[in-house]
């Protein structure tokens, strides 16, 4: 599923055109908090529900950053880092994870840096810390 956290409608966006941040992940409680969040910042949001909605929005809108969770249904946020590199969008990306069936978090979001995220997050983190790297990034 992908939605839109900003007064205009998905369809409004074109391809030359973009969202500040697309955020994907499956936890409707953290993404509802991230997107108020980083909207009072100022920043307009698109987010996806998993990686496969996730890498549709990365192949027809440009963002200034991807902010991902590992471990979501059909297609996953390793897939999505690795998708965002393969189709050079430049597009710096901030994973994070709770843990999952591979390993213990701190050996995943190893591998996500690994992949190229420019930083990672466990979950649950501190809200602040992570607006901070946003605003960081994105200066």
Known sequence: MIGSEQPSPLPALGPAEGADILLVDDDQTLRRGL?????????SILWATDGKAALELLASRKFRLVITDIYMPNTDGFEVIMGNSAMNTGTPVIAM?????????????????????????EKPFDLAELLGAVREILA
């Open 35 to 43: 997107v108020h969040a980083l909207g009072s910042m100022g920043y």
């Open 97 to 121: 994870s709770g843990g999952g069936i591979a390993g213990p978090v701190e050996s995943i979001l190893r591998s996500a840096a690994n992949f190229g995220c420019l930083r990672t997050f």
